[in-house]
Nanobody, 115 residues
C-alpha cells in the first residue's frame, strides 16, 4: 500500500509557473515508477511525466521543454515544475505510483491557467 498526497495547485496566468509536490508514504521502497497524470473536463486522463527508480524520465510531447519532474528521495517526494503554462494545461493533476501490478493515485490537485 502506498499513500500519495499532492499539493501546489492553483490559479495562474498564462506564461506563469507552478510547482506541484507529491508526498509518498507506505511501501515506498517497492515503487518502480512515479509520475503525474492530468485530466481535463470531458477528456481522458493522460500522462504528463514519469520518473523511474533507475532515474529515467518520460514526458508528454505537449509539456516537453516546459515541465520538469524530479524526486527528493530523502523526503519521499516527487515534484513537477511547470513553466510557461498555457490555458490548455488546465486540468486536475494526479500523482501516481506503480508497484507491479498495482497503480496508486493521489486525490488530485486543480491547476487552472487563465487570465
Amino acid at each position: 500500500q502506498v499513500q500519495l498526497v499532492e499539493s501546489g495547485g492553483g490559479l495562474v496566468q498564462p506564461g506563469g509557473s507552478l510547482r506541484l509536490s507529491c508526498a509518498a508514504s507506505g511501501s515506498i521502497l517497492s515503487i518502480s515508477v512515479m509520475g503525474w497524470y492530468r485530466q481535463a473536463p470531458g477528456k481522458q486522463r493522460e500522462l504528463v511525466a514519469t520518473f523511474t527508480t533507475g532515474g529515467n524520465t518520460n514526458y508528454a510531447y505537449s509539456v516537453k521543454g516546459r515541465f520538469t519532474i524530479s524526486r527528493d528521495n530523502a523526503k519521499n517526494t516527487v515534484h513537477l515544475q511547470m513553466n510557461s503554462l498555457k490555458p490548455e494545461d488546465t486540468a486536475v493533476y494526479y500523482c501516481n505510483a506503480f508497484i507491479s501490478p498495482y497503480a496508486y493515485w493521489g486525490q488530485g490537485t486543480q491547476v487552472t491557467v487563465s487570465s
